[in-house]
C-alpha cells in the first residue's frame, strides 16, 4: 500500500525492531476499503512477550480534506505499544507523506507515555529528538503548544506523555527533517525498551497502567483528531479502533 520508499523502509524497521520483544514476532494483517472507496487501510497487530499488543498500520488514500477544496493524497503510518510492563513506557506515532496541490508535505506525530515516569528516560528520549531540532534550527521542545494546534484543543490532557516528542505541522515541507526525526524516535524509543523490558515492577504500577489505559480509552473517543477526522474522511471506525485501542482496559 506504500510507496514512499522512507515509509516503507521505516515500517519493515519497526516489523524488525519489534520481532524480538513479540511472541513468535508474528503481526496478524487486517484489510480495509475506506467507506468512501477512497483509500485503503492495513493493520498488522502482533500480541504477546513484551508488548501486550503493537500495531503497525498504514493508510494511503485520495482524499479531500473538509475545509479544503483540492484533493491531497495521503501516505500514513501508525505505531502504537501497549506494553505488558509498566516501566516500559507506551509509544504513540504517526508519519504522513502528503501530496497536494503540487507540494509535498510531511505531517508527523510521536511521544512516549509512562504509566511510571522515569526523568533518566524523558531526558533520554528528549536529548535525541531534540539533537535533530538544533540540527535544523527548529525551536524544542515543542510540545504541548504544538500539540494543542495540531489537535485543535484548548487543554492538554493524556495525548502528552512525556512531552519529548515532536508534532510536526501540516504544512512540513523539510523532508530530511521529517525523516531524521524518524529515525531518531526509532532509536530512542528502542532503546528504552531494551533497558526496561525485565525490570521488576510490583502490583500497584500494574494498576497505575490499567488506570492508564481507561483514560487512554476515553482520549481516543473523544479527543484525538487523527480517530476523528479519520472516519469523517471514510477509515472504518474498526481500523482505528483495533490500532488505537489498548487490549484490556479496566474501568
Not at 510492563?85 to 505531517?107: D, R, S, T
Not at 504541548?144 to 512540513?172: C, D, H, Q, T, W
Amino acid at each position: 500500500m506504500l510507496t514512499d520508499t522512507f515509509l516503507v523502509e521505516l515500517q519493515q524497521r519497526y516489523f524488525d525492531a519489534f520481532a524480538p520483544f513479540t511472541t513468535g514476532g508474528t503481526f496478524e494483517k487486517k484489510e480495509w476499503d475506506f467507506l468512501t472507496k477512497a483509500g485503503r487501510v492495513e493493520v498488522n497487530v502482533c500480541r504477546g512477550g513484551i508488548f501486550e499488543k503493537v500495531c503497525i498500520s498504514n493508510i494511503s488514500a485520495a482524499v479531500t480534506i473538509p475545509d479544503r477544496d483540492y484533493q491531497s493524497t495521503i501516505q500514513w503510518l501508525g505505531i502504537q505499544t501497549f506494553p505488558a510492563n509498566p516501566l516500559v513506557p507506551m509509544f504513540m506515532a504517526v508519519f504522513e507523506h502528503v501530496a497536494e496541490q503540487g507540494l509535498e508535505h510531511h505531517p508527523g506525530f510521536f511521544d512516549i507515555y509512562p504509566v511510571v515516569p522515569i526523568e533518566e528516560d524523558r531526558q533520554h528520549f528528549q536529548e535525541k529528538i531534540g539533537s535533530v531540532c538544533k540540527k535544523y534550527g527548529r525551536k524544542y521542545p515543542d510540545l504541548p503548544e504544538s500539540y494543542l494546534e495540531m489537535f485543535r484543543l484548548k487543554e492538554v490532557g493524556i495525548g502528552v506523555g512525556y512531552g519529548a516528542g515532536l508534532s510536526l505541522m501540516p504544512n512540513e515541507e523539510d523532508a530530511r527533517y521529517f525523516e531524521d526525526a524518524a529515525n531518531a524516535v526509532f532509536d530512542a524509543y528502542f532503546e528504552l525498551v531494551e533497558k526496561r523490558k525485565n525490570a521488576e515492577y510490583s502490583q500497584q504500577q500494574i494498576d497505575a497502567m490499567y488506570r492508564f489505559r481507561a483514560d487512554w480509552t476515553k482520549f481516543i473517543f473523544v479527543d484525538n483528531r487523527f480517530y476523528s477526522g479519520g472516519v469523517q474522511l471514510g477509515v472504518p471506525p474498526e481500523s482505528f479502533m483495533l490500532h488505537m485501542l489498548p487490549p484490556t482496559v479496566r474501568f
